[in-house]
């Protein structure tokens, strides 16, 4: 559905305004007859400014491809191309069938047309003839929720109507490629719910989905596959979870380096560790790294960890993840200032619906929740097998205390 090849974009930052009316004008001029005076008059007047660098890859008809990357990595640039907005300097796209684009939603709608005239006027811009819109326009009112306001202009609407209502008329259209770009971070929390449930709804369709955002659960709950792009290269793809480890190795590299304690980060398999704070050993008591175990029986989990660098606030943070690596439940433990190596048991009881399960170990130096600081993370250690099919007991994975009571009227 989607073929990038060798991707390239240039954006040319013009030292001074005379520059940018005459130097083109020059260069058209002169071009023909003295060809390198103009490239060195071009590389006077202005500065290249490399956003994107032989990016290639193709996504195959319903599948869901999440990019990921720090800010500045070219992600938005990215889209853009793939959605027609802008032009590569080098390279060259392919996208089959109906595209729709979440980038800057509303950016489209006319401030003194009404809602009713900006969704017949962006709808047919996404390729729907007026009957189609005909058919769809009472789902997509009801979608974007904005009562009377739908009949007065656009310019009278809070930010959240206005992206509501591009939203409604986006994802009405039944496209064939889905863009997204951080739109889901938008309007208040039932809204991003309903967004959420839309755009599953899409994706069962066989919709295929190009995703970006920061948001590493939603794209682990998306994607099938990922990509790192970092100063406009692609320099990591493949399974979401494998993905995102190299992203979060990049993040927290950067914020250790900029502590300036001369601490750093090294990778150890799909995690990372700091030398100083690092898990030693982690093993299950007589069942080595893997446990095959009933509903409702206890696993105790050995974690040996050395200290040899003083932290503020260190702290091991169990989590249980399922296959795709999304969390289910975990648990944050405070662990006293020591130099050496110490052993931590942890008692689990496992009641979990069946399937296979890892353990992720994370180290944190955190004086706060809101200055915690990612300095270790442990992949692929540890996994539990629940064998025993207990979907009559509870749904879901895992089971919460509910006190049921029949009260007789």
């Known amino acids: 559905m989607i073929r990038v090849s060798n991707i390239s974009k240039t954006y040319l930052v013009w030292r001074t305004p005379f520059s940018r009316l005459f130097v083109p004008l020059v260069i058209r001029l002169l071009r023909l007859f003295f060809p390198a005076y103009c490239d060195a008059l071009l590389q006077r007047a202005c500065q290249s400014i490399r956003a994107l660098e032989q990016v290639d890859f193709c996504v195959q008809e319903g599948e869901s491809l999440g990019i990921i990357g720090l ?6 640039t990215l889209l853009q191309i793939i959605a027609g907005t802008l032009q590569p300097t080098t390279g060259s796209v392919e996208v089959k069938g109906r595209i729709a684009a979440l980038l800057e939603l509303g950016s489209g709608f006319d401030p003194e047309f009404t809602g009713r005239e900006n969704v017949y006027i962006n709808a047919s811009i996404l390729g729907l003839t007026r009957r189609e819109i005909d058919a769809r326009y009472d789902a997509i009112v009801a979608f974007a929720d904005i009562g009377d306001f739908i009949d007065r202009p656009v310019k009278t609407y809070s930010s959240g109507m206005m992206v509501r209502l591009a939203f409604a008329v986006q994802v009405h259209v039944e496209p064939d490629v889905l863009i997204v770009d951080e739109a889901l971070s938008v309007g208040d929390a039932r809204f991003q719910a309903k967004a959420l449930t839309k ?8 919709t295929t989905l190009l995703f970006v955002g920061h948001d590493l659960s939603a794209v682990r709950s998306f994607c099938n596959q990922a990509m790192l792009l970092d100063k406009g290269r692609v320099i990591k793809s493949g399974i979401p979870d494998d993905v995102i480890a190299d992203y979060l190795y990049i993040v927290q590299k950067d914020r250790v380096a900029e502590l300036g304690n001369g601490l750093e980060l090294k990778r150890k398999g799909k995690g990372f560790v700091l030398q100083g704070f690092d898990i030693v050993d982690a093993y299950f008591v007589g069942k080595e790294q893997h446990a095959t175990l009933g509903f409702g029986m206890q696993l105790t989990l050995l974690v040996d960890i050395q200290m040899t660098a003083i932290m503020a606030a260190p702290f091991l943070i169990v989590d249980i993840i399922d296959n795709r690596g999304m969390q289910l439940t975990g648990k944050r433990i405070a662990v006293p200032q ?72």
């Open 71 to 76: 800010n500045g990595s070219g992600k938005s």
């Open 199 to 206: 755009i599953e709804e899409i994706l069962r369709r066989g």
């Open 338 to 409: 020591f130099e050496g190596v110490r052993q931590v048991a942890i008692n689990m009881h496992c009641s979990f619906q069946k399937g296979i399960y890892r353990v992720r170990l994370r180290l944190v130096n955190a004086p706060s929740l809101e200055q915690t600081l990612l300095i270790g993370r442990y992949e692929d250690l540890l996994s539990i097998e629940m064998i025993e099919d207990v979907r009559d007991q509870f749904t879901g994975l895992f089971p919460i205390p509910m006190d049921v009571v029949w009260v007789t009227r």
